[in-house]
């Protein structure tokens, strides 16, 4: 697929898999994609995976991904993970702000934008998550609550960390629910995001930041949404924790 960005899929593996079963399924990855050149490929497994699974993909074209970060560098905050402790364990990027977190641990944007900078500051690169739910939709709030959230998760950022930094957009009502948006829906929505980016860090900068696509990403629908212009790769759950099917999301996309 001949994209103005290079495509980036990561695996979001939220909290499944033992050790175990991570080196397998990390390992069977690297067997079936170890030919693919032409996109970024991310797994994220648990913060208990990932020294096993950034063994496995030592010399691979598997990068890795941890699924949160504190935004303390160290010290006593019992139960956190620093953005160096993640470097150590050659993470390369971060999902921030995912609407798990957002719901369950009531994240906000501030802290969002908090984690974006200590994850810049140790040369981790953020995938910061936004998406409005169901009912802020059907309310037409969709673009406001977007807006609100990538500028305010990207409070505080430079046009060159924003470079840096990947944006999933993730509609809260597609998430595990088996809808997808439609590739017409999700363009909308990116190309607003883009815009958006365009405002805080200029036009040069917005044309290079990399927006994924997250919820009920699948092999049948991975090539639509990513034939879209604006869409530049995705952030996957459910079809991430089984070698075959995320295998064929990515060959689905070259
Ligand atoms: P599903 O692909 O299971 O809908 O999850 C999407 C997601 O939340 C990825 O971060």
């Known amino acids: 697929m001949d994209k103005e960005r290079r495509l980036i899929i990561a695996g979001n593996w939220k909290m499944n898999k033992t050790v175990a079963e991570s080196a397998d399924l990390v390992n069977g990855l690297k067997r079936e994609l170890s030919g693919v050149k032409e996109v970024d490929i991310v797994v994220c497994p648990p913060f208990t995976a990932l020294s096993e699974v950034s063994k496995a993909i030592i010399d691979s074209n598997i990068r890795l991904g941890a699924q949160n970060m504190s935004e303390q560098n160290y010290g006593a905050f019992t139960g956190e993970i620093a953005a160096g402790m993640l470097r150590d364990l050659a993470v390369r990027y971060v999902i921030l702000g995912h609407s798990e977190r957002r719901q369950y641990q009531k994240e906000s944007d501030a802290l969002i934008a908090k984690k974006a900078l200590a994850a810049h500051a140790a040369s981790l690169k953020p995938i910061v998550c936004v998406g409005e ?5 059907e309310a037409g709030q969709m673009k406001a609550v977007v807006e609100t959230q990538t500028r305010g998760s990207l409070a505080g950022l430079t046009a060159q960390q924003i470079e840096e930094t990947v944006i999933a957009y993730e509609p809260v009502w597609a998430i595990g629910t088996g809808k997808t948006a439609t590739s017409a829906q999700a363009q909308e929505v990116h ?6 980016l365009g405002q805080i ?6 044309r290079k930041v990399r927006i994924q696509y997250g919820g009920s990403v699948k092999p ?6 990513m034939g879209q212009p604006d869409v530049d790769g995705a952030l996957v759950g459910g079809a991430s924790l089984e070698e ?9 996309t070259i």
């Open 244 to 252: 075959r099917s995320f295998a064929d999301i990515i060959k689905n």
């Open 133 to 137: 739910t169901l009912s802020e939709r």
């Open 201 to 206: 860090a200029g036009e040069a900068v917005a």
């Open 191 to 196: 190309a607003f995001i883009r815009q958006i």
């Open 220 to 225: 049948a629908n991975a090539r639509e949404l």
